[in-house]
C-alpha cells in the first residue's frame, strides 16, 4: 500500500475515529494504519498515523477530505527502514484542527 496520507495521531482518535471510519465505509475504501514518529530540528518529537491506500485515487481522495499530508516510505522514512523515523525540516509546531478534525479537549493539555 504505497500512497500514504499521514495524519497527527491526536487527530485520529475519539470522535474522529469514528469520522475516518465512516467515510473509509461509505465510498467502499479501506486502508491500513501504521504509525511513525517525526522528529523535527528543533528536536520536538510526535507520533502521525499513516493511512496507507493501494490506489492514488483513494488516497487522494482521503487526503482532499481530512487533509494531512502525502506519506513517500521510501523517501520520509529514513530511506525506506521500517523502523525509521520520518524527519522534518523546520521547528515543531503542534495541529489541534484539520479540515473537519480537532484534538478531543482531553487531550489539548
Known amino acids: 500500500m504505497p500512497y500514504q ?3 497527527p495521531d491526536d487527530l485520529c482518535t ?3 475515529y469514528t469520522l475516518i471510519r465512516r ?3 461509505e465510498r467502499g475504501m479501506s486502508c491500513r494504519t501504521r504509525a511513525v514518529i517525526a522528529v523535527w530540528d528543533d528536536g520536538n518529537q510526535e507520533q502521525w498515523r499513516l493511512h496507507c491506500f ?3 485515487e483513494a488516497a ?5 477530505h481530512f487533509g494531512g499530508l502525502m506519506f513517500d516510505p521510501k523517501r520520509d522514512r529514513e530511506k525506506g ?4 523515523v520520518w524527519r522534518r525540516q523546520g521547528a515543531y509546531e503542534r495541529i489541534l484542527e484539520l ?3 480537532s484534538v478531543p479537549e482531553a487531550l489539548r493539555n
Open 81 to 84: 527502514q521500517a523502523r525509521g
Open 54 to 56: 493501494a490506489d492514488h
Open 60 to 64: 487522494a481522495s482521503f487526503l482532499d
Open 23 to 25: 467515510f473509509l465505509a
Open 5 to 7: 496520507v499521514a495524519l
Open 14 to 16: 475519539d470522535r474522529n
Open 99 to 101: 479540515g473537519q478534525l
